[in-house]
């Protein structure tokens, strides 16, 4: 309640006072009223969920009028971005009558997403009849895009720093791997006549084991060249493409005696050489894990969107589902290196680079069954202007 100080003992004046203060409060009143109901998004819900009250603010930051809110449940709003954990917390805050405070993402009516820091309190009877809590909101979009900017700017600095330490570490590693085997190489031509069979065992393990680490560490600085190296974007017809990756795979093709059957695939934007080397790792993938038929492998695309999907399937041994997961992660193998050659990092790199273009990579698998691997490329066909080859 407004309380205005008696001036003194002159009745008149106080008399003046006491008429003019109901006057005073109610234009203070709709003064503050109104500038709750521009600035505060204020809104009120019932027991089942459902919108009873909506302020002039509220209508403005969701972009629904206030008669398309009203009777409406409060999914609505829903960007679908929280977990269900967090929506049970805030409805068991609620039925215990506690104040709940968060950050939570709404959607407007046109689509796009805005965030809120909101305080939900529960109501007591006779305060907004019908409704059960009432969510104080505030509009803090902007701040939250900005700091997911700066966070995402920071995990992409700090990738890019560990890629290039493994670069550099692979690349400086490389030298003495080589002088390992080069001085096992020469103990194996000089003295392998004068040593008896248990030394010339240990020299052609110490060979093996050397050629193994050159081996890893060249795999390795693939696996970093294609984080370090921005790909150049361009238009790639993928049809040719795939050619290419089949023409580098004939020998294989020949020895499997597989067929690739390719629908009609898009033109996309993206690295050539790297688009190359997906579809040669999967079909490379396909023909040599293949079952007792002959390996037949499809290649398909469709438009998703914004996106298109790359499907790659084949009649091979599958995939336990249990696996699929792993089998994208750098050096796991799914079979021990005497029965089936792998080095287990040629779909680390697919995932590297479909994901450096904006897309994902994943396969959907049951052991004896088969594997289609899917990857999505932008379909746009125009790239930013410093990303032009």
């Excluded at 503050?32 to 809104?43: G, K, P, S, W």
């Excluded at 609505?76 to 968060?102: F, Q, Y």
């Excluded at 002088?179 to 000089?190: N, T």
């Excluded at 999967?282 to 469709?302: D, F, I, M, S």
Aim: proline residues 4%; hydrophobic residues 35%; contains cysteine.
């Amino acid at each position: 309640m407004l309380r205005v100080r008696d001036p003194g003992p002159d009745a008149s004046k106080a008399k003046g006072d006491v008429l003019e203060r109901p006057a005073l409060e109610a234009e203070l009143t709709q003064g503050v009223l109104a500038a709750v109901d521009r600035h505060v998004a204020i809104a009120c819900a019932d027991e089942t969920g459902r919108i009873t009250f909506a302020n002039g603010a509220f209508c403005q930051l969701s972009g629904y009028a206030r008669e398309e809110l009203i009777g409406q449940d409060h999914r609505l709003l829903d960007s679908g971005h929280h977990p269900r954990e967090r929506l049970a917390e805030l409805c068991r805050s609620v039925e215990r009558g506690d104040t709940w405070t968060g950050e939570i993402k709404h959607r407007k009516k046109d689509g796009r997403d805005y965030w809120v820091a909101a305080t939900v309190e529960p109501l007591g009877a006779g305060a907004f009849p019908g409704s059960r809590y009432v969510a104080i909101c505030t509009d803090i979009t902007r701040a939250k895009r900005q700091a997911l900017q700066e966070l995402e700017q920071h995990e992409e600095q700090l990738r890019q720093s560990d890629e290039q330490y493994a670069y550099a570490a692979s690349h400086d590693l490389q030298e003495p791997v080589r002088a390992v085997v080069g001085c096992g190489q020469l103990l194996e031509q000089e003295f392998s006549a004068g040593l008896d069979p248990t030394l010339n065992q240990l020299v052609g393990h110490m060979i093996e084991g050397g050629k193994r680490m050159q081996r890893l560490v060249q795999d390795l600085l693939e696996y970093a060249r294609v984080g370090t190296h921005r790909p150049r974007l361009t238009r790639v017809s993928s049809q040719d493409a795939l050619a290419q990756a089949q023409g580098q795979l004939q020998a294989l093709l020949q020895e499997s005696g597989g067929e690739i059957d390719a629908g009609e695939l898009p033109a996309v934007l993206c690295d050539p050489q790297q688009l190359i080397e997906v579809f040669q790792q999967l079909l490379r993938n396909a023909l040599t894990y293949r079952g007792n038929a002959r390996p037949l492998v499809r290649v398909k695309a469709e438009l998703d969107g914004a996106y298109w999907t790359f499907s790659v399937a084949d009649n091979g041994i599958g995939i336990d589902p249990q696996s699929h997961r792993r089998v994208f992660l750098l050096y796991q193998r799914l079979h021990a290196r005497n029965e089936l050659p792998s080095r287990g990092i040629g779909l680390s790199v697919c995932k590297k680079i479909v994901e450096r273009h904006g897309g994902r990579l994943w396969v959907e698998s049951e052991r004896g069954r088969g594997a289609t691997f899917f990857f999505t490329l932008p379909a746009r066909l125009t790239p930013p202007l410093d990303q032009w080859e």
